[in-house]
């Protein structure tokens, strides 16, 4: 005989056959087990740059050692399942824009999260201008570049610009804070990605 499965809670179950005349049999080892359906609950970083390449984290339930990963219709590689709610995967190249990412396990069951992952052009930091300014901060500084995204953040050696203007994909302003003698690095982090410029500005005194 056969018969289709009903919907259930995740486990292990046993089967019983009853029949018309109402004997029926329930086997210890003849059971039916109902893996849990996959579910995706964050995916970091959110973006990666359209040539692909970009390590992705992905957490939630019911992950599947074997499962498939797809950013939107293409398959991720080095797919790695390290427990049941957390795996890693590398990003496949892909046209620039926002993907839905799926997670298919071996069992057929799987989850979709529309809009997912970012595919961005590979921004890139070029120079600052002016190239210093003094230790009280409040200089106003021209980061120039490309592909920046509105939302960017600027560090001063490690130490958030107190205010940061999208004036272009290629620019942006951003207000020098305090900071230490010394020449420190640049950083802008835009859409999940972290460039930076090393020992671009320089702190002195007067």
Not at 7 to 30: F, H, K, L, M, R
Not at 104 to 112: A, E, I, K, L
Not at 199 to 204: D, E, H, L, Q, V
């Amino acid at each position: 005989l056969s018969a289709t499965t009903i919907a259930q809670a995740a486990g292990v179950w046993p089967i019983t056959v009853t029949n018309p005349d109402g004997q029926s049999v329930t086997s210890a080892t003849a059971v039916f087990t109902v893996e849990e359906a996959p579910a995706i609950a964050a995916v970091s970083p959110l973006a990666g740059v359209k040539e692909g390449g970009t390590e992705v984290t992905l957490t939630g339930s019911g992950f599947q050692t074997g499962a498939q990963v797809l950013f939107g219709a293409l398959d991720g590689t080095n797919v790695t399942v390290s427990s049941s709610t957390t795996l890693t995967v590398t990003a496949p190249a892909h046209d620039v824009g926002l993907v839905p990412v799926t997670v298919r396990n071996p069992d057929g069951q799987s989850v979709t999260v529309n809009r997912a992952y970012q595919y961005v052009e590979a921004p890139t930091l070029l120079s600052v201008n002016p190239a210093g300014g003094d230790v009280a901060g409040g200089e106003s500084v021209h980061l120039l570049g490309a592909g920046f995204a509105s939302g960017a953040t600027v560090a001063f050696g490690g130490v958030a610009a107190t205010d940061v203007t999208f004036l272009t994909s290629g620019e942006l302003l951003a207000v020098a804070p305090p900071h230490d003698p010394g020449a420190v690095d640049v950083t802008v982090t835009s859409q999940g990605l972290t460039l930076t410029l090393t020992g671009a500005y320089t702190y002195s005194r007067g």
